[in-house]
């Protein structure tokens, strides 16, 4: 069956670093797009950030756009999420999320398979 699992969500100062992995399985992981979302206590899922299955093309929310970095290895079907600058409001459960499209997509309703989520939590 289809696995996807986060790694690296742990607690952190504001202003430092995190880089999220998510290993995949049991998919042909160079056919699907990635996407990493998040959720917040008492809030909805949100987009974070998505990559094409082709490595090359890459979209991001307005409010992470140029802290974080999503990036994949096909080779190793793991995709990441690097985040710089972390602030308190990165506080959320992190997803990350597969799709079927080739093309990266925005949104939930696009993706077919989920993990189970890494928690990051920034101190202020």
């Known amino acids: 069956q289809v696995q996807l699992v986060e790694s690296g969500g742990r607690l952190v100062q504001a202003g430092g670093s995190l880089r999220l992995s998510c290993a995949a399985s049991?998919?042909?992981?160079?056919?699907?797009?990635m996407g990493w979302f998040r959720q917040a206590p008492g809030k909805e899922r949100e987009f974070v950030a998505t990559?094409?299955?082709?490595?090359?093309?890459?979209s991001y929310a307005d409010s992470i756009k140029g802290r974080f970095t999503i990036s994949r290895d096909n080779a190793k079907n793991t995709v990441y999420l690097q985040m710089n600058s972390l602030k308190p409001e990165d506080t959320a459960v992190y997803y990350c999320?597969?799709?079927?499209?080739?093309?990266?997509?925005?949104?939930?309703?696009?993706?077919?398979?989920w993990g189970q989520g890494t928690q990051v939590t920034v101190s202020s």
């Open positions: 999320a597969a799709s079927p499209r080739h093309y990266y997509s925005h949104y939930v309703s696009d993706y077919e398979y």
């Open positions: 049991g998919l042909t992981f160079r056919t699907y797009a």
């Open positions: 990559i094409a299955w082709s490595e090359g093309s890459t």
